[in-house]
């Protein structure tokens, strides 16, 4: 799953990356959680990439309330094509998340140790996301997203069985293209290759949603509790 993430990269580079037409202003983002507000990348008028704006967590546009957003923060990449809450974004709204890296926790004697897995390159990553816009009393738009997961692969598998979908550079424009049918997209949902990633065991300063700060992803050692500068370049899983 993707409970908590992070976007720290200007959106200079952002712009560079993706190729947007259109973004707003940005600040660093160290421990995004859901219903905040976090960007998302949409493809507008047909050929333009805008950066934009949407509450974390989809409202159905059927729903009576938006409150249920809270719920849907995630979507299972196997069904999404047929679940009521997704099918219609799926076939539509589809959306890139970007992301520099996310959250994972494993349970200890001690309390919920954090993890940051985040590109071993340390390129922003984009997660396939779709997009909803609902409309409340008195004409309230209010415009979600949701983040698709899919099987976690060998690496993130001993924290937990599910994982953000990662989209590769060559899928981001068939991913957008509202024309591309969901069964087309099917290859794009696989676990991504184990290699790519690295995951460091980091402070427990991020497990409180109110810290949103660069001591977030500092990486700790895990026997003293204590930051570790040299644990940035670990390889591999720093379980305890």
């Given at each position: 799953?993707?409970?908590?993430?992070?976007?720290?990269?200007?959106?200079?580079?952002?712009v560079e990356l993706f190729g947007l037409t259109d973004a707003p202003t940005l600040v660093p983002r160290y421990n995004i959680a859901p219903t905040q507000l976090a960007p998302v990348i949409r493809l507008v008028g047909g050929d333009?990439?805008?950066?934009?704006?949407?509450?974390?967590?989809?409202?159905?546009?059927?729903?009576?309330?938006?409150?249920?957003?809270?719920?849907?923060?995630?979507?299972?990449?196997?069904?999404?094509?047929?679940?009521?809450?997704?099918?219609?974004?799926?076939?539509?709204?589809?959306?890139?998340?970007?992301?520099?890296?996310?959250?994972?926790?494993?349970?200890?004697?001690t309390g919920k140790q954090p993890y940051w897995i985040h590109a071993r390159d340390g390129r922003p990553q984009v997660m396939a996301g779709l997009w909803e816009k609902w409309w409340g009393r008195d004409s309230e738009a209010i415009?979600?997203?949701?983040?698709?997961?899919?099987?976690?692969?060998?690496?993130?598998?001993?924290?937990?069985?599910?994982?953000?979908?990662?989209?590769?550079?060559?899928?981001?424009?068939?991913?957008?293209?509202?024309?591309?049918?969901?069964?087309?997209?099917?290859?794009?949902?696989?676990?991504?290759?184990?290699?790519?990633?690295?995951?460091?065991?980091?402070?427990?300063?991020?497990?409180?949603?109110?810290?949103?700060?660069?001591?977030?992803?500092?990486?700790?050692?895990?026997?003293?509790?204590?930051?570790?500068?040299?644990?940035?370049?670990?390889?591999?899983?720093?379980?305890?």
């Open positions: 799953m993707c409970g908590r993430y992070a976007l720290m990269s200007s959106v200079e580079l952002l333009r990439r805008n950066l934009d704006m949407l509450k974390w967590g989809l409202i159905p546009s059927w729903a009576t309330e938006p409150g249920i957003g809270g719920r849907l923060i995630n979507a299972r990449s196997e069904t999404a094509a047929t679940k009521p809450s997704f099918r219609d974004a799926m076939r539509h709204r589809r959306c890139l998340v970007p992301a520099d890296g996310f959250y994972e926790w494993k349970k200890t004697e415009e979600s997203f949701t983040i698709l997961t899919t099987e976690s692969n060998d690496l993130l598998r001993p924290l937990h069985d599910r994982m953000p979908v990662f989209l590769s550079d060559d899928d981001l424009d068939h991913w957008l293209d509202p024309a591309a049918e969901p069964a087309s997209l099917a290859a794009m949902l696989e676990p991504p290759d184990a290699a790519l990633l690295e995951v460091t065991a980091v402070s427990r300063h991020v497990n409180n949603a109110k810290h949103d700060d660069p001591a977030c992803v500092e990486p700790v050692d895990l026997a003293t509790g204590e930051v570790n500068d040299d644990a940035a370049d670990d390889q591999g899983l720093l379980f305890e």
